[in-house]
């Protein structure tokens, strides 16, 4: 069963049949698309604007343009010589410092690990946009000393 909304101004609707037809010969969907997905990826550990101890900073950035999103990311964590300590964190937000979050955008988890690489991945941020915006894979270390670093992958899938 298909279903077609028509605006309530009685206007022709924003949707062609195209956009409702599956996908069939293994390709990605276009850009527009249901389905389309947007990816980056930033695999070189860097302190690069990881923020200093208990804030937070980010690994890396997408650019979507306006639509309904499903944004997810993975970041890679090192301790690089640092001391950590308490918890580490991760978050999807429309802002380079995190300070946007709401209830469910972020994942915080004790730090357990001592002297190995860790992943840790975001939770899924379901976003409806009027404009085109960039939404940053946040990450937050505590730490006494020295100088972690992060990475990561942000990628997100319209569905809308």
């Known amino acids: 069963m298909t279903y077609i909304v028509i605006p ?55 650019s979507l343009d306006a639509g309904l999103w499903e944004i997810q990311g993975i970041a890679e964590f090192a301790e690089n010589s640092a001391v950590l300590t308490d918890s580490v964190g991760v978050g999807i937000s429309d802002d380079t410092a995190g300070a946007t979050f709401t209830y469910g955008d972020y994942s915080e988890q004790p730090f357990f690990l001592t002297g190995n690489d860790f992943f840790m991945q975001t939770p899924v941020k379901r976003v409806s946009i009027a404009a085109t915006t960039t939404y940053y894979l946040n990450t937050k270390l505590n730490y006494t000393s020295g100088s972690p670093q992060h990475a990561g992958v942000i990628w997100a899938k319209r569905y809308g």
């Open 8 to 62: 309530s101004d009685n206007a022709t609707p924003s949707i062609s049949i195209t956009d409702l037809i599956p996908i069939t010969d293994g390709t990605f969907p276009g850009v527009g698309e249901v389905g389309e997905q947007v990816v980056a990826s930033n695999a070189v550990l860097s302190s690069t604007n990881l923020a200093a101890t208990g804030v937070w900073g980010y690994a890396h950035s997408i």
